[in-house]
């Protein structure tokens, strides 16, 4: 069992930065795949990035690509967001997730792939 919780988010001008964190229990946290991602208001949930459990593989959706950042410290149990030159298209509840998986490379994208939710932080960011 893992639970997450996330913190970091709040409101921001565009072109801000904000760095958000998800911090999780269990001590398998090492193995987990960790993904964020957001949903805004009447949109469905979107994938943002994900890292593997190695911290070794990456993916990102192109929407962020080059201004997010994700990255994890296993020794911490923490997964982390950054996430610069916000636009007010990424105003969303931003989700923390996981999920088990024995490779060191690997990581996924889809939300029905992953186990364990967390209960999300608002990102506002004001244009």
């Known amino acids: 069992q893992v639970q997450l919780v996330e913190s970091g988010g709040g409101l921001v001008q565009a072109g801000d930065s904000l760095r958000l964190s998800c911090a999780a229990s269990?001590?398998?946290?090492?193995?987990?795949?960790m993904g964020w991602f957001r949903q805004a208001p009447g949109k469905e949930r979107e994938f943002v990035a994900t890292?593997?459990?190695?911290?070794?593989?990456?993916s990102y959706a192109d929407s962020v690509k080059g201004r997010f950042t994700i990255a994890r410290d296993n020794a911490k149990n923490t997964v982390y967001l950054q996430m610069n030159s916000l636009k007010p298209e990424d105003t969303a509840i931003y989700y923390c997730?996981?999920?088990?998986?024995?490779?060191?490379?690997?990581?996924?994208?889809?939300?029905?792939?992953?186990?364990?939710w967390g209960q999300g932080t608002q990102v506002t960011v004001s244009s």
């Open positions: 890292i593997s459990w190695s911290g070794d593989g990456t």
């Open positions: 269990g001590r398998t946290f090492s193995r987990h795949v």
């Open positions: 997730a996981a999920v088990y998986s024995s490779g060191r490379f690997d990581y996924y994208t889809g939300y029905s792939q992953y186990d364990y």
